[in-house]
Nanobody, 122 residues
């Protein structure tokens, strides 16, 4: 059974940092990504990583502040978030994709975690 389990969310002041983790079990994936959804807004792409090569791609809104990394041995993906802004407040979801084509479209991801809340206070 495939499971994605996120952890690491919480409350942080603007300018602070958090690191989210997403532990995958049940199989390996070609790519994994992070998405977020703020109240009243649609789910949006944050970034993704090619599991084999480690190459990453980010949304413009987080580029230079967020970093995705992975630990192959633990089958775990991380999202390190620096210089957090109140606009980053959202539920953050990790997602995994079986296919090798890299995409930022949520509908093309096959598995999802339960989400973890990140709240940035001003």
């Amino acid at each position: 059974q495939v499971q994605l389990v996120e952890s690491g969310g919480g409350l942080v002041q603007a300018g602070g940092s958090l690191r989210l983790s997403c532990a995958a079990s049940g199989r390996t994936f070609a790519a994994m990504g992070w998405f977020r959804q703020a109240p009243g807004k649609e789910r949006e792409f944050v970034g993704r990583i090619n599991w084999t090569s480690g190459s990453t791609y980010y949304a413009d809104s987080v580029k230079g502040r967020f970093t995705i990394s992975r630990d192959n041995a633990k089958n775990t993906m991380y999202l390190t978030m620096n210089s957090l802004e109140p606009e980053d407040t959202a539920v953050y979801y990790c997602a995994a994709r079986r296919g090798i084509v890299m995409t930022i479209v949520a509908a093309y991801y096959d598995y999802w975690g339960q989400g973890t809340q990140v709240t940035v206070s001003s």
